[in-house]
């Protein structure tokens, strides 16, 4: 089983930066992508960025966030900048990939979210 653990939410001021962290956990053989979503209360869960063969942003996020790898930490950032109230909401890490435990498995992990606030 695979496991992302998330890091680097908080409050943060409208304009400010923040930057993302998770982290990939377990018998992990590859990992085809990695991503970011987002949900703000009353909302349904969006994506934010996603980084596999190509990189996908949504439209709000361009120009602003960033999603970078680190395939030889298992590891994906998000690198958040100019900062919005509309960006609040919890995001979540995402990972798809193959994991080995004796045998091949597809896996589609998600973690447990991280609360990012944006207001004054």
């Known amino acids: 089983q695979v496991q992302l653990v998330e890091s680097g939410g908080g409050l943060v001021q409208p304009g400010g930066p923040l930057r993302l962290s998770c982290v990939a956990l377990g018998c992990i053989f590859s990992i085809n992508a990695m991503g970011w979503y987002r949900q703000a209360p009353g909302k349904q869960r969006e994506l934010v960025a996603d980084k596999g063969g190509s990189t996908i942003y949504e439209d709000s996020v361009k120009g602003r966030f960033t999603i970078m790898r680190d395939d030889t930490k298992n590891t994906v950032y998000l690198q958040m900048n100019n900062l919005k109230p509309e960006d609040t909401a919890v995001y979540y890490c995402?990972?798809?990939?193959?994991?080995?435990?004796?045998?091949?498995?597809?896996?589609?992990?998600w973690g447990q979210g991280t609360q990012v606030t944006v207001s004054s």
């Open positions: 995402s990972a798809r990939g193959i994991q080995y435990s004796g045998t091949y498995a597809d896996f589609n992990s």
